[in-house]
């Protein structure tokens, strides 16, 4: 007892985080075996893990980095159709499942990283909403380009194809009799064999944590808070600024690709449609309402949110409508000046954005 | 002549774009948000014109008034009970309350008019032909056009010469400055969200007249290419977001007719991405250097 009280309050909050997140799981695997959630609630798991881990990956880039991001759903699309390539290319080549469903994810990350390199160049050069804009534009453009795209697979290994003209189908692909197809263009990825699962979420938000907590708490983390509290001041005292910003933004990329490769191999079929601008803005709410910079409120944000149209059912057609107005209600009472002062909330100070 | 044809048909896009990131643009520079529910505002009037012009039987230039009275009290109603009270706030709290608008407004459309595509009549239907019939231009081409030139130099003259309109250069100069030289910051950001949502309305039925459908959707997609036009020219510039949607709307047409149907979007946005590495602050927009 005494060591606890020893130890800094963040590692405090960490640790609270990460025995939050196993209880969770204990408590949730334990109402599955039981039998207590229908069978909505169910399908839900492997998707809430997904948006945790994209909800903390963004709170990374928005909350620590403190660069407003619009197209983080790019990044989870890559990751996710890299994800369903390697998973399905792989199969005959790796047949357990958990080895390629892990070989997939890091498949997805190491995909994301490199997209998240080639978009952060040119986009950490700019500020604020230009910023903004522009990493709405690169995700707008990933998901064209991979609508765009035709792949296949058969026994001399994958083929590719780029539909530009809208013309050509997976037939044009010249694959052999025995080839299948993985990714049909607009239609997306069909076929997908599932091989997500509930504990491979679970283990995917622990690593993402570990990550990122771990991150965020060392010298690297302080330079990049330091960006984003002062950028001259943090450049003056000899921080570079463009490494730390690349890591951070990186870092988020790649853990957005886990989480979609994880969420592409939860759905047999899967378009590119799916992570759209929307998608983005889903996240955002979640990093904003669960508090910027605060990994455990992304964590509860995100899943509270994503359960939160399913608990509306009982307003059946009017539960978006609910859902928005709840979502203006929560904004207006968390940020409203006088109603802050009245509930005695004292004002954070500056805002990160 | 096909490509005059294409030319035409991208400078009305265009202008439609430049009517929409002019009501971006205008609240941009003097709330400093990111006004995201402006697209469904367009959808909004939209509906009530459609609704004007069917229901109520309305000539067509009726339905347009209404839907622009509609509009402006829908916008002065949204600024007044979601944005007013958090003026101060974070500026991202602002942008997740105006999604939460957005969301608000596609849903209620959803359950007033249901989720099905409606046909809409375009207010100018007849097409003018020219050059034995090679060409044919569409009248709510040339409508839309000289709409958006009409409302670009009414907002030059009314933020240039009057009283209400130096008023909000002021406040998008600087807010307390303003607010000490006498002038009601929170009326003229009322205005100003008032003037945006009407020309939200003309851009609305104007859009929907182009595209022939309407659906509660309908007012995402050209609300976030109408705000990639406003940073385009510079956001916050009024000469910016007529340049930055004109050419928006062009380069999307002639990317539609010859590069790719697919890529269309993707190669706008990339066009946006090299003119922001190469002038961040836009086309027409300032270049404030940072003093420490």
């Known amino acids: 007892m005494k060591k606890l009280k020893s130890l800094k309050t963040t590692t405090k909050v960490d640790f609270a985080t990460y025995f939050g997140v196993i209880a969770a799981f204990i408590v949730v695997s334990l109402l599955k075996s039981g039998g207590f959630l229908n069978r909505s609630l169910t399908g839900m798991l492997v998707p809430i893990c997904c948006y945790?881990?994209?909800?903390?990956?963004?709170?990374?880039?928005?909350?620590?980095?403190?660069?407003?991001?619009?197209?983080?759903?790019?990044?989870?699309?890559?990751?996710?159709?890299?994800?369903?390539?390697?998973?399905?290319?792989?199969?005959?080549?790796?047949?357990?499942?958990?080895?390629?469903?892990?070989?997939?994810?890091?498949?997805?990350?190491?995909?994301?990283?490199?997209?998240?390199?080639?978009?952060?160049?040119?986009?950490?050069?700019?500020r604020g909403d230009y910023l903004a804009i522009v990493t709405l534009a690169f995700g707008e453009i990933i998901k064209e380009l991979i609508n765009c795209l035709l792949v296949g697979v058969d026994e001399k290994g994958l083929h590719m194809a780029f539909n530009i003209s809208g013309t050509l189908t997976i037939d044009d692909l010249g694959m052999g009799p025995g080839g299948t197809a993985i990714i049909k263009g607009a239609q997306g990825a069909t076929g997908t064999e599932k091989l997500a699962s509930f504990g491979a979420g679970f283990i995917l938000v622990m690593l993402t944590l570990v990550i990122v907590l771990n991150l965020v708490r060392s010298r690297t983390g302080r330079a990049v808070m330091a960006i984003r509290d002062n950028r001259i001041a943090a450049e003056s005292i000899g921080v570079n600024v463009t490494k730390y910003k690349m890591i951070a933004f990186i870092t988020s990329a790649a853990l957005a690709g886990?989480?979609?490769?994880?969420?592409?191999?939860?759905?047999?079929?899967?378009?590119?449609?799916?992570?759209?601008?929307?998608?983005?803005?889903?996240?955002?709410?979640?990093?904003?309402?669960?508090?910027?910079?605060?990994?455990?409120?992304?964590?509860?944000?995100?899943?509270?949110?994503?359960?939160?149209?399913?608990?509306l059912r009982q307003f059946s057609d009017y539960r978006m409508l609910v859902y928005a107005i709840v979502l203006i209600l929560v904004m207006l009472a968390t940020n409203n000046p006088t109603i802050k002062t009245f509930l005695g909330w004292k004002s954070k100070g500056k805002e990160a954005a | 002549m096909e490509f005059l044809s294409y030319l035409i048909s991208g400078i009305s896009l265009g202008s439609i774009y430049a009517i929409i990131a002019l009501g971006y643009t205008m609240v941009y520079g003097i709330a400093k948000m990111l006004n995201f529910a402006h697209g469904d505002v367009i959808m909004i009037g939209g509906y009530v014109s459609l609704v004007a012009m069917t229901s109520l039987g309305l000539p067509p230039i009726a339905a347009v008034l209404l839907a622009m009275a509609v509009c402006t009290v829908l916008g002065i109603l949204i600024e007044g009970l979601a944005y007013k009270p958090l003026r101060?706030?974070?500026?991202?709290?602002?942008?997740?309350?105006?999604?939460?608008?957005?969301?608000?407004?596609?849903?209620?459309?959803?359950?007033?008019?249901?989720?099905?595509?409606?046909?809409?009549?375009?207010?100018?239907?007849?097409?003018?032909?020219?050059?034995?019939?090679?060409?044919?231009?569409?009248?709510?081409?040339?409508?839309?056009?000289?709409?958006?030139?009409?409302?670009?130099?009414?907002?030059?003259?009314?933020?240039?010469?009057?009283?209400?309109?130096?008023?909000?250069?002021?406040?998008?100069?600087?807010?307390?400055?303003?607010?000490?030289?006498?002038?009601?910051?929170?009326?003229?950001?009322?205005?100003?969200?008032?003037?945006?949502?009407?020309?939200?309305?003309?851009?609305?039925?104007?859009?929907?007249?182009?595209?022939?459908?309407?659906?509660?959707?309908?007012?995402?997609?050209?609300?976030?290419?109408?705000?990639?036009?406003?940073v385009f020219g510079g956001i916050g510039s009024i000469p910016g977001a007529f340049l930055g949607g004109l050419l928006l709307g062009v380069i999307e047409a002639m990317a539609k007719a010859y590069i790719s149907m697919q890529l269309a979007n993707s190669i706008v946005f990339a066009v946006l991405i090299i003119v922001l590495l190469v002038r961040p602050a836009g086309l027409l927009g300032k270049y404030v250097p940072e003093k420490v």
Not at chain 1, 275 to 304: E, K, M, Q, R
Not at chain 2, 211 to 216: A, C, D, K, Y
């Open chain 1, 52 to 126: 945790i881990v994209m909800a903390v990956s963004l709170n990374l880039t928005v909350g620590i980095l403190g660069e407003l991001s619009l197209g983080h759903a790019g990044f989870m699309s890559v990751g996710a159709f890299s994800g369903v390539i390697a998973a399905m290319s792989l199969q005959s080549a790796i047949p357990s499942g958990w080895v390629r469903l892990v070989v997939a994810i890091a498949a997805g990350a190491a995909f994301a990283a490199l997209a998240g390199f080639i978009v952060g160049v040119p986009v950490l050069r700019l």
């Open chain 2, 88 to 230: 101060g706030a974070p500026s991202l709290a602002v942008l997740i309350t105006a999604i939460g608008v957005s969301y608000f407004l596609q849903n209620a459309a959803l359950q007033i008019w249901g989720a099905n595509p409606r046909v809409y009549a375009s207010v100018a239907p007849d097409t003018l032909k020219l050059f034995d019939g090679q060409l044919s231009i569409p009248y709510v081409s040339l409508l839309t056009v000289a709409a958006c030139v009409v409302i670009m130099i009414a907002l030059t003259l009314f933020t240039g010469k009057t009283k209400m309109g130096k008023a909000m250069r002021a406040c998008s100069e600087d807010k307390g400055a303003a607010q000490l030289m006498g002038i009601d910051v929170n009326r003229t950001i009322s205005m100003t969200f008032a003037i945006g949502s009407a020309l939200a309305a003309v851009a609305g039925v104007l859009l929907c007249s182009y595209n022939s459908t309407l659906m509660p959707t309908t007012g995402s997609m050209p609300g976030i290419k109408a705000f990639t036009a406003a």
């Open chain 1, 258 to 311: 886990a989480a979609g490769a994880l969420y592409g191999l939860n759905y047999s079929s899967l378009a590119a449609s799916k992570f759209d601008f929307n998608t983005s803005i889903l996240v955002l709410v979640y990093v904003v309402l669960g508090g910027l910079g605060n990994i455990w409120g992304s964590i509860i944000a995100a899943a509270v949110l994503y359960i939160l149209p399913e608990a």
